[in-house]
Structures are given as structure tokens and as C-alpha cells.
């Protein structure tokens, strides 16, 4: 039986992340496999895959922001916004330079309005906009609000196809690569996304990444459990109740249960022994009602 957990794993460039969930769903035998945010298939980064109940746990996991190095390649438009494109513009980029770069980059700061690229997994009318655009019909996705945190300029090297290294921190469902063409638009010489990192999805670090290659060696070697990540461990930041025997039973069966403390939510909840039972919701009533079950007969999410 797979362990219920979560892999920090290093996607490489030419996989799809669900060519990652298939791997692990082989390598581990359970179909209850899913990961925290789509790469591209061209990019490369952090994929935290959840494995067993741990899907539960999709928007609590992967935390509310997202870390990304992008190398933008100027004077050149693509109608993909990215390296795997086909070119629909070319200009010389060779008068930009790193001080005007560097004045481009608080615009986008804050909320901002994307429109989803053609080739996108966005819908429209029941149909992904990728495939309405292989079949050669271009739509165009529902605008929505996304916000960037961070964008700092790395490095620059000018030219007629200057290329810059740019960091971005940023929300859920933010389009680098629609960045990468809105900075060339500002610029007036186009851009493309050149190349993708992502760096940190919540607490999943690159720096700590597993390769596909050493996680396949774990499964070899044993069951894959000595790189599992507990089901709490990417909730770390969350608030904490600890309940007896009797309130742990009472959880599990999705009943609410007396918790001191402010209003809040989510709220890790624990049984004797360190367990964790699931996410609760203190209500001003002092009451703790169970919201996400991971335990038990009662085990669901409300």
C-alpha cells in the first residue's frame, strides 16, 4: 500500500506534469497521485506531487505564492510566448538597456490583469485553448487578476537579441510567460519566455528537489517512503490544536469539539501521539468544526 505523503521533485524540460504524476503513480502502484501547479512542458523546477490523502490537501499545500527564475529573450515575438513557438515578429532589441529594463519592472507589480495565451490549458466554452489553437482557431481566454510580488533583473546582456535573467515571485495562476511578452511590449521590441525555473512552490524548495532519477533509486531500493514528506509537513505555518483521546474519536467522526483560541481557519488538528487528524475551522464559539477528515470512518472534506 503507497504512503499518503508529499515529493518535492525536480520536473525536467520535455516532460508534461502529468508525464511526472504517471511515473509515480507506476512507480508507487496507486492511482491517488496529483501535483500542486502545471509546468510547462519546456520548463523546468519544483513539482510537489501529492500522493494518497494527501490530494486533499491541494490549496493548502502549495502555500499562496510561487518562485520562478525566467530568462526573456528581446526582439522577438512568438504566437506561443515561448521558445517552442513559431516566430510572428522580429525587431533589433539593441537599444534597450539595463537601466530602461530596470524602470519596466515596478509596473508590473501588485495586481495586474493577464489574459490567458492562446496555447494555454484555460477554457473557453468547455474546450482547453491549446486545442482550439492546433486546430488553427485562436481564442481568447477570460482576462483575470493575478498579483506579482517580486521581479528583480538578475542579469542583463544588451544586443540585438538582448536577454535578461529576471526573478519573480508571484500568486497562483500567473502566466510567466505573458510577463515575458507584456515586458517586450513596454520595451516596443517584443519578447519571448526563453526559459523557465520554478524555484518554490509554498515550502517546496528547489534546493531540495528530488530528481526523477533519485526517486526512482528509492523506489528500488524500498517502497519510495524515505522521500515521502508527511502530510503536514508543507502546513507548517498553519495554527495548531492538540486534542485528547476523546476529542481526537470525536474529530474523526467529523464532530466539533471545544478548542480554545481565536477564530480561525485552516487549523492543523492533533490526537495523542503527534497524530494528525485532518483541518478544522475555530468558530467564535469556542468550537473547532472538522473541515478536512484524514482519519477514521469520518475521513472527508467539508
Not at 14 to 42: E, I
Amino acid at each position: 500500500m503507497a504512503p499518503d505523503g508529499f515529493l518535492n521533485l525536480l520536473k525536467p524540460p520535455g516532460m508534461t506534469s502529468h508525464d511526472v504524476v504517471s511515473l509515480v503513480r507506476a512507480r508507487l502502484a496507486t492511482a491517488r497521485v496529483g501535483h500542486l501547479g502545471t509546468l510547462d512542458p519546456a520548463a523546468a523546477g519544483v513539482l510537489p506531487v501529492s500522493i494518497g490523502r494527501a490530494t486533499r490537501l491541494f490549496r493548502f499545500a502549495a502555500g499562496s505564492h510561487k518562485a520562478y527564475r525566467a530568462e526573456v529573450a528581446f526582439g522577438i515575438t512568438t504566437n506561443t510566448l515561448d521558445a517552442e513557438g513559431e516566430v510572428v515578429e522580429a525587431n533589433d532589441a539593441g537599444g534597450l538597456t539595463e537601466a530602461h529594463l530596470r524602470g519596466l519592472l515596478p509596473q508590473f507589480l501588485g495586481e495586474i490583469e493577464q489574459v490567458p495565451p492562446a496555447f494555454s490549458a484555460a477554457q473557453v466554452g468547455g474546450r482547453r485553448l491549446h486545442e482550439l489553437a492546433r486546430q488553427g482557431e485562436q481564442r481568447e481566454g477570460r482576462p483575470k487578476r493575478v498579483r506579482i510580488e517580486k521581479l528583480e533583473l538578475v542579469k542583463f546582456a544588451p544586443g540585438p537579441r538582448a536577454r535578461a535573467l529576471i526573478d519573480v515571485v508571484c500568486g497562483a495562476g500567473t502566466y510567466v510567460r505573458v510577463l515575458a511578452s507584456e515586458l517586450g511590449r513596454k520595451a516596443d521590441c517584443g519578447a519571448y519566455l526563453a526559459f523557465l525555473v520554478r524555484t518554490r512552490v509554498g515550502r517546496f524548495e528547489l534546493s531540495h528537489s528530488l530528481t526523477l532519477e533519485q526517486f526512482e533509486e528509492s523506489c528500488e531500493s524500498g517502497d519510495g517512503r524515505g522521500v515521502i514528506l508527511p502530510l503536514d509537513w508543507p502546513l507548517a505555518d498553519l495554527p495548531t490544536v492538540e486534542l485528547d483521546a476523546r476529542g481526537a474519536r470525536a474529530f474523526a467522526q467529523g464532530t466539533s469539539v471545544h478548542a480554545a483560541g481565536a477564530p480561525a481557519w485552516p487549523v492543523k488538528a492533533y490526537g495523542p501521539g503527534g497524530r494528525f487528524l485532518g483541518l478544522g475551522e475555530v468558530v467564535p464559539e469556542g468550537q473547532m468544526r472538522p473541515r478536512v477528515v484524514l482519519v477514521g470512518e469520518g475521513s472527508s472534506t467539508k
